[in-house]
């Protein structure tokens, strides 16, 4: 049975979203990501375009609150972000609950071209270093 995952940032718009789509993709066989926001918003166009780089597809996605999850249980429960680290609540009842915080790159100003590279170093960062923590157990 694969673990479910679910992924916390404040707008669940980009970090999270990001984490989602590459937890699925390259670990699919063993987890089932989800992501969701302190608050609901839209999913970061760059966020989709980055994934879209790597041939993961996530425009269907869409920004969700973490009241959606209320009545599920998971087996890890990853804020992403200072913000949604502080306001998540108890209730998840994860197994595990961990923080690693990811930079923002949707706070950057700049044209897409510019902001671009930024957006690239977060994706790779994030999935690194959620493939060696769910699948190494290596402590961020």
């Known amino acids: 049975m694969k673990k479910k ?3 916390l940032c404040t707008h669940n718009s980009c970090r999270s979203q990001m984490a989602e789509g590459l937890v699925n993709h390259d670990l699919g066989d063993r987890f089932a990501a989800f992501s969701a926001g302190t608050e609901a918003t839209r999913v970061n166009p ?3 375009r980055v994934l879209a780089e790597l041939g993961i597809d ?6 969700k609150t973490f009241d959606q999850f ?3 249980r998971f087996d890890y429960v990853i804020t992403l972000c200072g913000s949604a680290n502080e306001q998540c609540p108890i209730f998840f009842g994860g197994v ?6 990811f930079d923002d790159p949707s ?3 700049g044209s ?3 902001v671009l590279p930024e957006f690239r170093r977060v994706r790779d960062e994030i999935r690194r270093i959620l493939t060696d ?3 190494g157990g290596v402590e961020p």
Not at 58 to 63: D, F, G, K, L
Not at 96 to 101: A, D, E, L, T
């Open 5 to 7: 995952v679910l992924f």
């Open 46 to 48: 760059l966020a989709i």
């Open 58 to 63: 996530i425009s269907h996605h869409h920004s």
């Open 70 to 72: 209320a009545d599920q």
């Open 96 to 101: 595990q609950r961990v923080h690693i915080g």
């Open 107 to 109: 706070q950057l100003l």
């Open 112 to 114: 897409p071209e510019e």
């Open 133 to 135: 923590y769910l699948i």
